[in-house]
């Protein structure tokens, strides 16, 4: 009979909710709460280390939960951010290249050290922008007098990150994310009842 039909299809589709459903719509919502963790993050890091949210975000890569892989994976780059890099100093550096750049550290010909600020608060004493062996150009930071070592300039931003994304990560699945499992299976079963 059709009845009887109908019934066993209906069991069968609801045989069927705790395999399909329910690994789609737990990848669901840990995509969703991942997404929040990083842009969450990104502002709590930016406000921290004093930089643009741009400079921040673009160290974090997400590697989404899929229904045969049931967790996400966010890997961030904690390696300390050269201040090149920053689009605010490369600003600065093109609208007065004569200040910054150096043709020999140490030396009066060629320019001079400079100080420099980034964001709100990130100063940056004698700083000038030079070429290094390999090619490139980098902003460097002499840390004293003539005598004292030059490195590249950098701001460094793996404690904030640690800090940060422990702490967002944590809260969010506590509160995030079974609101988002309800909402995710609710709408799986939906689609179920549609299609059958």
Known sequence: ???????????????????????????????????????????????????????????????RARFNRQYVQIRVRLSPVPLISVAEARKKIMQNRTRYKAAMPGRKRGGRFSAMTIGRSN??????????KNGRW??????????YPIDVARVEVKKPFQKAYKSVSVELMRSDFPKELKAALRNQIRIMIVRS
């Open 138 to 147: 980098h902003i460097l930071q002499r840390e004293g007098a003539g005598s």
């Open 1 to 63: 009979m059709t009845i009887d039909r109908d019934i066993a299809q209906a069991i069968k589709n609801i045989n069927g909710v705790s395999k399909r459903a329910v690994p789609r719509a737990n990848a669901q919502a840990l995509n969703r709460v991942a997404a929040r963790v990083v842009s969450r993050s990104t502002k709590a890091v930016s406000s921290e280390v004093k930089l643009p949210q741009k400079n921040i975000k673009k160290r974090a890569e997400v590697y």
């Open 123 to 132: 100063k940056f004493d004698r700083v000038f922008l030079q070429q290094l």
